[in-house]
């Protein structure tokens, strides 16, 4: 007979949730337990001992295994080529930070600046990145 196992516990709903989307991601069928409570009542977490991330038993090992591996995040997808100069991989984008601020200040939302420009902190070197 199936049984419930706990793969893990947070204190934390996004945490639980997006946990929870990472299995449903990789075929793994998952329940929160108390996630409920947690929305409502998020002070009784610390009584029941955190929200629980359960699986049916099958699938325990390899549930373990998908939140223990390196998950691909928003920075992968947005990761910048190495400098064609020197190939340093530690080039970043030239102007994002300050007009990411201007637009903060002129909007009072931060807005997402991509700008194509790269500069490399190692030889100084400027590209253009395509999108
Ligand atoms: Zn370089």
Redesign the pocket.
């Known amino acids: 007979m199936a049984r419930l196992e706990t793969v893990r516990t947070f204190y934390d709903l996004p945490a639980a949730e997006v946990a929870r989307a990472t299995l449903i991601g990789h075929g793994i069928p998952s329940h929160l337990l108390d996630a409920h409570l947690a929305g409502t009542a998020w002070h009784y977490i610390f009584a029941l001992g955190g929200i629980r991330l359960v699986v049916v038993d099958e699938y325990l090992v390899l549930a373990r295994r998908v939140l223990e591996a390196p998950q691909a995040t928003g920075a992968d997808a947005d990761a910048i080529d190495?400098?064609?100069?020197?190939?340093?991989e530690d080039?970043f984008r030239r102007g994002s930070l300050a007009l990411g601020v201007l637009g903060f200040l002129a909007a009072r939302i931060p807005l997402p600046v991509a700008f194509g420009r790269r500069l490399?902190?190692?030889?100084?070197?400027t590209w253009r990145q395509p999108a």
Do not use: H, L, V
């Open positions: 190495p400098c064609p100069a020197c190939g340093a080039a490399c902190r190692a030889c100084g070197a």
